[in-house]
């Protein structure tokens, strides 16, 4: 069962001034960081409400193509309350998970498909010692 929506992604092509303007001028909270597998500066966390937030990925460039590098929309998070049981109904009505289910770097289990128009959607059931639950 989808509990809400539990972010939006975005791929921005200058960190600073998305700050600037998500946190400055609309108010949201900056919550913590995540780096990558190689230790490089991956994704911003940012705090909309008690469960919500956005994501901020940096390495944005301007691209016709649909792919991580795009500046924009990166994708939708859905919060479900049982990761295994959820998948297992998603694969029971036909959709393909383009990401079996796994353990974040945030230790949260998602796993991903994509909508008819190729948009990614994350689906992802909380962990209590993530960061997003624990700061």
Request: hydrophobic share 35%.
């Amino acid at each position: 069962m989808i509990k809400g929506i539990a972010h939006t992604a975005y791929t921005v092509k200058d960190m600073e001034a998305s700050l600037d303007f998500y946190c400055d001028k609309l108010g949201f909270t900056k919550l913590f960081e995540l780096q990558d597998e190689h230790q490089q500066p991956w994704i911003v966390y940012l705090k909309i409400c008690e469960g919500q937030f956005i994501e901020l990925f940096y390495g944005g460039e301007k691209s016709p193509a649909l792919d991580q590098k795009t500046i924009g929309y990166n994708h939708l998070c859905l919060e479900v309350e049982n990761m295994t049981s959820f998948a297992r109904e998603l694969k029971s009505k036909g959709v393909s998970l383009d990401v079996e289910v796994k353990q974040g770097l945030d230790k949260n289990r998602q796993c991903w498909v994509r909508d008819p128009d190729g948009n990614r959607i994350e689906f992802m059931q909380y962990h209590p010692e993530s960061p997003q639950m624990t700061k």
